[in-house]
């Protein structure tokens, strides 16, 4: 298949290895994947913050870099969802008929890594070799606004060598939230001790999830407090061999 | 847009921002522990009692749909039921805004020449500031619900719709009794049982001394002229039949069409507010019974302007049942008073600002981190996390050009052309010579250092994932 990625901006721009290990896992599963170059954003950080005019012309660039595409993938639940659920209404109160007939079909296509690999291709032991402790964290788009539900645990339970540990109060929201990080960020922080403490509780010395922008809250509150656990983007996992290793 | 045009509604905004309130409580270890306890407590009871049902979707759906259903006709069923009041025997009064009905309400109280009333707890009586408007007359209010008595007692505010004293203690309940409730044992303990028992016997002489009660109601039968109080402790049935006048406070939005509907509400609310299978007690009348005088006053208080708007109007669907609260990670954490207006939680943050006007608190649209909890468990689905993100456009519509919006304008641009992003992400690279010491960056100028204060960023990499990609 071939298959085109949306990396997303937070990937490209900061978590490269992200993109890479979605790559290399798509590659080895025996597809093509191509990055389709006009690429960006999909405008979700805009719209959650509302300027939903001013993510217009994002929105209008992303659907017009994918416009050839028969199948996107993204790394991430968060801009999937805003692709399926948010574009639409952006397109119908801001844009013309034209715009909201092309969302549309660009949403269709789109696929989160997850539901991608488990839905379309049908696997979930993907042959993966990573022998840590693990917890994995469902991101609330993921999970409440995509419905991805075990997905990513099926993924993840079938990798060799791997010591999967079930994170306590897991679907809590660990206080990232976009903005909300900075225009709360006393209550984010709350949220953020109390994910942490959950993660450490654990003995994971990874933690795991399928949006690079929870990991780098999550990430970058463990990196602060010093405490050796580091964050891995499910793909990174997922990507590992016992040849190719993670970082 | 015509939405703009409707009268707002008052009444019981603090207008503090959000995220100062919040600050002070997230500080507040008691109030931390006592919310955590009281929350996590009721969203399991909830959640299992929920689980019991298997057509709960189904019941969810038609909460919703019967909601939509009064919305879409509303004029219509309000006349429909103004008729069914009066030809019962109900005095009907019409209140535009929150400053009508207390005046409404005050003037019928008076006019009985009482200088006490006991009241059935009700959020619409909190919205409008009846009980400040009522000892502006000279008449005292008794809240008779445990938990509004023990706010009232504290001087205090409620900081939940369902269980407006959570953030207190049993040990400062009863520090609060021993100081504040007449007549009370001077060693009183903090026993449960003790507690209860002592605000029964003080609110027991009120049920048979006052003689006007004012209560609000949970639904209004369109049909019938039928009211429906649901409550836990028995006060609220001593309010409706005990005194000679009966004052019923009501937001236009609490009809449903036919007695029949109630079944689906009465299934749905105690489920999702206590997480109970029924809650023990619901008073159901039509018109007032033999020797009373009944009024009812429906309240608009800026619920017009709220069905006006079409991506908004969702939120008049709200059945006051708090399962938005409990489930909230931000609520759970800040508590009610944060949110400085009479509906705390999700649903104040949407419900308060179209009620009034976002630009009365324009920081409670963005009180949330949109993860989708409150859609959730809400058992007459409104799409909260969409509607804050509405609420949330309209809010930067009405601020205009602020240094955020040339910010974000600016960086459209940018994401709006693969080659200015490009351009942008190659600059950004610069930014690497913050973390050349620990390879992180602990700390940004503001208002980055919102985020830096508590967490670290990683490093940009040297090559950009497209850098990558085009060299390999």
């Known amino acids: 298949m071939r298959i085109a990625l949306f990396v997303t901006c937070l990937v490209d721009g900061l978590f490269p290895d992200v993109g890479k290990a979605t790559v290399t896992l798509l590659e080895r599963l025996g597809h093509e994947v191509v990055v389709p170059p006009r690429q960006t954003c999909c405008g979700q950080m805009h719209v959650n913050t509302g300027y939903a005019a001013q993510a217009l012309p994002v929105v209008r660039n992303h659907v017009e870099a994918f416009a050839q595409a028969d199948v996107i993938v993204t790394p991430s639940g968060s801009c999937a969802g805003s692709i399926r659920h948010q574009h639409a209404g952006v397109a119908r109160e801001h844009g013309d008929a034209g715009l909201v007939a092309a969302v549309g079909e660009v949403a269709r296509r789109t696929y989160e890594l997850s539901e991608f690999l488990v839905d379309v291709l049908g696997v979930t032991d993907v042959g993966a070799y990573f022998p840590h402790r693990v917890t994995y964290h469902p991101t609330c788009h993921s999970l409440r606004v995509l419905g991805v539900g075990e997905k990513p645990l099926r993924l993840l339970r079938a990798v060799r060598g791997i010591d999967l540990v079930e994170l306590p109060a897991a679907e809590t929201c660990c206080g990232f939230g976009g903005t909300f990080a900075l225009k709360n960020a006393d209550t984010s922080t709350a949220m953020l001790a109390d994910k942490m403490t959950a993660v450490l509780g654990t003995g994971a010395r990874v933690l795991t999830a399928g949006d690079s922008s929870c990991l780098m809250h999550i990430g970058g509150g463990l990196s602060r407090l010093r405490s050796g656990v580091r964050t891995l983007h499910l793909a990174e996992i997922l990507a590992s061999t016992a040849e190719v290793g993670a970082r | 847009m015509t939405f703009l045009g409707m009268p707002r509604g008052t009444g019981n905004l603090t207008g503090t921002p959000f995220p100062t309130a919040a600050r002070a409580a997230l500080g507040d270890a008691q109030l931390r522990r006592n919310l955590a306890k009281a929350t996590s407590t009721i969203r399991a009871k909830r959640a299992s009692v929920v689980a019991e049902l298997p057509d709960w979707a189904e019941l969810r759906a038609a909460g919703a749909a019967i909601k939509d259903a009064v919305l879409a006709d509303l004029d219509t069923f309000l006349l429909r039921f103004e008729a069914a009041l009066v030809?019962?025997?109900?005095?009907?009064?019409?209140?535009?805004?929150?400053?009508?009905?207390?005046?409404?309400?005050?003037?019928?109280?008076?006019?009985?020449?009482?200088?006490?009333?006991?009241?059935?707890?009700?959020?619409?009586?909190?919205?409008?500031?009846?009980?400040?408007?009522?000892?502006?007359?000279?008449?005292?209010?008794?809240?008779?619900?445990?938990?509004?008595?023990?706010?009232?007692?504290?001087?205090?505010?409620?900081?939940?719709?369902?269980?407006?004293?959570?953030?207190?203690?049993?040990?400062?309940?009863?520090?609060?009794?021993?100081?504040?409730?007449?007549?009370?044992?001077?060693?009183?303990?903090?026993?449960?049982?003790?507690?209860?028992?002592?605000?029964?016997?003080?609110?027991?002489?009120?049920?048979?001394?006052?003689?006007?009660?004012?209560?609000?109601?949970?639904?209004?039968?369109?049909?019938?002229?039928?009211?429906?109080?649901?409550?836990?402790?028995?006060?609220?049935?001593?309010?409706?039949?005990?005194?000679?006048?009966?004052?019923?406070?009501?937001?236009?939005?609490?009809?449903?069409?036919?007695?029949?509907?109630?079944?689906?509400?009465?299934?749905?609310?105690?489920?999702?507010?206590?997480?109970?299978?029924?809650?023990?007690?619901?008073?159901?009348?039509?018109?007032?019974?033999?020797?009373?005088?009944?009024?009812?006053?429906?309240?608009?208080?800026?619920?017009?302007?709220?069905?006006?708007?079409?991506?908004?109007?969702?939120?008049?669907?709200?059945?006051?049942?708090?399962?938005?609260?409990?489930?909230?990670?931000?609520?759970?954490?800040?508590?009610?008073?944060?949110?400085?207006?009479?509906?705390?939680?999700?649903?104040?943050?949407?419900?308060?600002?179209?009620?009034?006007?976002?630009?009365?608190?324009?920081?409670?649209?963005?009180?949330?981190?949109?993860?989708?909890?409150?859609?959730?468990?809400?058992?007459?689905?409104?799409?909260?996390?969409?509607?804050?993100?509405?609420?949330?456009?309209?809010?930067?519509?009405?601020?205009?050009?602020?240094?955020?919006?040339?910010?974000?304008?600016?960086?459209?641009?940018?994401?709006?052309?693969?080659?200015?992003?490009?351009?942008?992400?190659?600059?950004?690279?610069?930014?690497?010579?913050?973390?050349?010491?620990?390879?992180?960056?602990?700390?940004?100028?503001?208002?980055?250092?919102?985020?830096?204060?508590?967490?670290?960023?990683?490093?940009?990499?040297?090559?950009?994932?497209?850098?990558?990609?085009?060299?390999?």
């Open chain 2, 87 to 472: 030809e019962r025997g109900t005095t009907v009064h019409w209140a535009r805004d929150a400053t009508e009905a207390s005046r409404i309400v005050t003037d019928l109280v008076t006019a009985t020449g009482t200088r006490e009333v006991i009241k059935v707890k009700s959020m619409a009586t909190a919205e409008i500031g009846l009980n400040e408007a009522l000892a502006d007359a000279g008449v005292t209010a008794i809240e008779t619900d445990l938990a509004e008595l023990i706010v009232q007692l504290g001087h205090d505010r409620p900081s939940h719709i369902l269980v407006p004293a959570i953030h207190r203690g049993r040990a400062e309940i009863r520090d609060l009794f021993r100081r504040e409730m007449p007549g009370v044992d001077p060693d009183l303990s903090d026993d449960p049982r003790a507690l209860a028992e002592a605000a029964r016997s003080y609110l027991r002489h009120k049920f048979t001394t006052v003689d006007v009660a004012i209560s609000g109601a949970n639904f209004a039968v369109a049909d019938t002229g039928t009211l429906v109080v649901v409550e836990s402790e028995g006060n609220g049935r001593m309010c409706l039949t005990l005194p000679r006048t009966l004052i019923s406070v009501v937001g236009i939005e609490k009809l449903v069409p036919t007695w029949q509907d109630l079944e689906v509400f009465l299934q749905l609310l105690p489920r999702s507010s206590t997480g109970e299978r029924m809650n023990p007690y619901t008073s159901v009348w039509t018109g007032p019974t033999e020797g009373q005088t009944s009024h009812v006053v429906l309240v608009d208080n800026g619920r017009t302007a709220t069905l006006a708007d079409p991506d908004g109007r969702a939120a008049l669907r709200c059945i006051r049942c708090s399962a938005c609260l409990n489930s909230c990670p931000v609520y759970e954490r800040t508590g009610g008073h944060a949110y400085g207006s009479t509906y705390p939680g999700p649903i104040g943050a949407v419900l308060s600002p179209q009620l009034t006007g976002v630009d009365r608190n324009p920081t409670l649209p963005y009180a949330s981190s949109l993860c989708g909890v409150c859609y959730d468990v809400c058992p007459v689905a409104i799409d909260i996390p969409s509607m804050l993100v509405h609420l949330r456009e309209r809010v930067t519509q009405t601020k205009g050009r602020t240094a955020e919006s040339a910010a974000m304008r600016s960086l459209a641009w940018f994401m709006s052309d693969a080659k200015r992003w490009r351009r942008l992400l190659r600059s950004a690279r610069s930014a690497r010579v913050l973390g050349r010491r620990h390879d992180r960056i602990g700390h940004l100028p503001p208002p980055l250092s919102a985020w830096t204060t508590a967490r670290d960023l990683p490093r940009p990499p040297r090559q950009t994932f497209r850098d990558w990609w085009e060299t390999r």
